[in-house]
């Protein structure tokens, strides 16, 4: 049954319960005269929260941070990590407030404010979010859900008029997040670093026991030593950070700020800041204009991730210390995530299955449309169309034409090889190939259209990105080329 308010919600606060080392207790600093841009319905039923709350004024007073969570434990937690490859030290919640955790129907979700004040590990920062960067992450974490990408979910879009100062004087906003859990691989580096093995430990058997019982047990359930079922955790987290890498690779998802920090040990999208789905497709894309050396680049997210593994794996070595035990755990991630992504990707090229001949085939797709800057979300989608006879709007996405029907006659020759019906070939095409993703220029939009606090547009896109893979009448532009200004959008570490 749905709770019809707040005060109904099961809280548990599992991470509440941890030592307080972990974090500080403090209220959320809530917005002056705060007005609820938009609730998310599909978020609100995770938690078993009835639609109709998200109406009320005791939703929108919680969740701008003026009142806390009923049963909640607000609090902001302290993690460490390495940020664009270099040790920065002690990091935290700087802008972020933990109001608690809630039992939904099918598990619980931590709930938390992103924007809602300082707390002890703000370092230089003044506690707040932007609309901008809010309606960006609001809407990227329900789009990559449309998409199957692990992620963090979004719940409320809470506004104000209070003046924050970044690039220019911006409008506050708090996004409330929700995810099972928002601990990191920073997390373990900090009592690493700090050389407190206890609080490690500690961590460690919290995420285990609550996220990963099954990393505690043998094949003939009993139950493992302390080492085997770190090593089982460093697992667990190497694989699902692999399909994960997998995943925002076959889509074109930049992440933009994979600092150590920004990784969840849950394996899934964690801190939407200067992300981006590309248009133009770079192999070496970089979406985040603070990173000035590529470091982030789409081809490069896949070694970064296994990089940040590394620095996990270090922090678990006070645990165990195993070396080449914790070496051969991390060797896992590369035919994981190969296989994960050839898997994608053959799919998407509407392949029967993947072949090691079919290297080849990517390669030279993935090269062509890199010298072309060919749309990355058109370029896969028009596939099923030039399946079917309908070869033109593929090419037309290529300066070098010839080389594109060229290329085109290959994968049809590779197609001919699976003998399969074209109809149930490009319809399975059309299933892993999205119409629909949230390009910068249409979040640029919804945002535009938010700050004179008209969350018409957020409808939209959420109407869309919740079900990408199905064309929508009346809505064709959301699905076409970028705009000619959307090439000069930027978005950095301060988005």
């Not at 302290?78 to 809630?102: I, K, N, T």
């Not at 047990?217 to 302390?226: H, K, L, P, V």
């Not at 957020?458 to 200004?485: C, F, M, S, V």
């Amino acid at each position: 049954m749905s709770a019809h308010s707040l005060s109904q919600l099961r809280a548990v606060n599992s991470f509440a319960a941890l030592p307080a080392a972990f974090y500080t207790r403090l209220a959320p600093q809530g917005l002056n005269n705060p007005r609820l841009l938009h609730a998310n319905a599909d978020a609100a039923r995770l938690i078993g929260l009835d639609p109709s709350v998200l109406s009320t004024p005791e939703f929108l007073r919680v969740f701008s941070g003026a009142e806390p969570l009923p049963g909640g434990d607000t609090l902001a937690a302290v993690y460490s990590g390495h940020q664009f490859g270099v040790w920065a030290g002690q990091l935290g919640d700087g802008r972020a407030h933990l109001l608690g955790e809630v039992e939904g129907p099918e598990r619980s979700w931590e709930l938390q404010l992103k924007g809602a004040g300082m707390t002890p590990y703000s370092r230089m920062g003044d506690g707040r979010a932007v609309l901008r960067s809010s309606v960006r992450e609001y809407l990227a974490s329900e789009a990559m859900h449309g998409l199957g990408v692990p992620t963090t979910r979004a719940l409320a879009l809470v506004v104000s008029d209070d003046p924050v100062m970044r690039e220019t004087v911006e409008t506050a906003a708090i996004v409330t997040r929700m995810s099972p859990s928002f601990v990191r691989f920073g997390s373990f580096e900090h009592w690493s670093s700090r050389r407190q093995p206890e609080l490690l430990r500690t961590l460690t058997d919290y995420v285990i026991d609550r996220y990963y019982p099954e990393c505690r047990a043998t094949a003939g359930g009993e139950r493992q030593d302390d080492n085997a079922a770190v090593l089982n955790l460093l697992r667990a987290v190497t694989r699902r950070t692999a399909l994960l890498m997998a995943d925002w690779q076959a889509v074109g998802f930049c992440h933009g700020v994979m600092n150590t920090d920004n990784m969840s040990i849950l394996g899934l999208t964690l801190d939407y800041g200067p992300y981006g789905f590309m248009d133009g497709f770079r192999l070496a894309h970089v979406c985040n204009h603070s990173d000035s050396e590529g470091r982030y680049s789409w081809n490069r997210q896949p070694s970064v991730a296994l990089w940040n593994l590394y620095r996990l794996g270090g922090s678990l070595h006070a645990l165990v210390p195993d070396v080449d035990g914790l070496r051969a755990v991390l060797d896992e991630f590369e035919p994981v995530f190969t296989r994960a992504f050839h898997d994608k990707m053959g799919a998407k090229l509407g392949l029967a299955a993947w072949r090691p001949d079919d290297e080849p085939l990517l390669d030279d797709l993935l090269k062509l449309m890199d010298a072309n800057q060919a749309d990355f979300t058109l370029t896969w989608r028009r596939l099923a169309d030039a399946l079917s006879g309908a070869r033109s709007a593929f090419e037309d996405l290529f300066i070098d034409r010839p080389a594109a029907a060229a290329w085109l006659d290959r994968l049809l020759a590779r197609h001919a090889q699976d003998g399969r019906p074209v109809a149930e070939v490009a319809a399975g095409m059309n299933r892993v190939n999205p119409l629909y993703v949230l390009r910068n220029h249409l979040a640029e939009e919804a945002i535009r259209a938010a700050k004179s606090g008209d969350a018409g547009e957020i409808d939209t896109l959420l109407k869309l990105l919740r079900n990408p893979y199905e064309a929508q009448p009346g809505h064709e532009r959301y699905a076409g080329l970028p705009p000619d200004w959307a090439g000069s959008l930027e978005v950095s570490c301060s988005s």
